[in-house]
T-cell receptor, first 112, second 115 residues
């Protein structure tokens, strides 16, 4: 069964600190992996997309890594800001399918 | 604003009533998706269209749910005889099949509350 699991479920950090969110997936065949940011009451917004051959991709203070062998990905947030408070969702697209498989998300709260 | 738009943003209805939501995708996108998201969970796929053809439906889409995209542009999602379990955020997304990574762009969602 195609699944995406994320950890931790929730996280609280202080403004300015770094954090790393984890994603494990069992999706076959793998096409690409995305990280989305979803503010409360809004639709998800894409941060990064990585294919099988990409190990790291950055978008400003966000850096995503992908290990296709162990089927793990991480999202590292550097120098967190209050506006980083949101849910971060790991999403995997299975090859040949047009639907995405979503994780449950990690709820991040950045406190001053 | 040329992003995906959804209407209404919020809907409160009584159990048993019918509701209809609308999604306007990004104009050049030929694919349109509907998802449902409950609190604390990621979105769950409901159905998707390529142009006006509905190509896939999830088992989550019971016979009380129907989606249309009559002219290959906007789409509607109707829920008949609503139940309290239908309370959720309904998200619409669109993409262009010519985009190799098939990036999906999400709308702001319609929050449905069934009382």
């Amino acid at each position: 069964k195609n699944q995406v699991e994320q950890s931790p479920q929730s996280l609280i950090i202080l403004e300015g600190k770094n954090c790393t969110l984890q994603c494990n997936y069992t999706v076959s065949p793998f096409s690409n992996l995305r990280w989305y940011k979803q503010d409360t009451g809004r639709g998800p917004v894409s941060l990064t997309i990585m294919t099988f051959s990409e190990n790291t991709k950055s978008n400003g203070r966000y850096t995503a890594t992908l290990d296709a062998d162990t089927k793990q990905s991480s999202l590292h947030i550097t120098a967190s800001q209050l506006s980083d408070s949101a849910s971060y969702i790991c999403v995997v697209r299975a090859g040949g399918y047009n639907k995405l498989i979503f994780g449950a998300g990690t709820r991040l709260a950045v406190h001053p | 604003d040329t992003g995906v738009s959804q209407d209404p943003r919020h809907k409160i209805t009584k159990r048993g009533q019918n509701v209809t939501f609308r999604c306007d995708p990004i104009s050049e996108h030929n694919r349109l998706y509907w998802y449902r998201q409950t609190l604390g969970q990621g979105p769950e796929f409901l159905t998707y269209f390529q142009n006006e053809a509905q190509l896939e439906k999830s088992r989550l889409l019971s016979d009380r749910f129907s989606a249309e995209r009559p002219k290959g542009s906007f789409s509607t999602l109707e829920i008949q005889r609503t139940e309290q379990g239908d309370s959720a955020m309904y998200l619409c997304a669109s993409s262009n099949s010519l985009d190799s990574k098939v990036e999906q762009y999400f709308g702001p969602g319609t929050r449905l509350t069934v009382t």
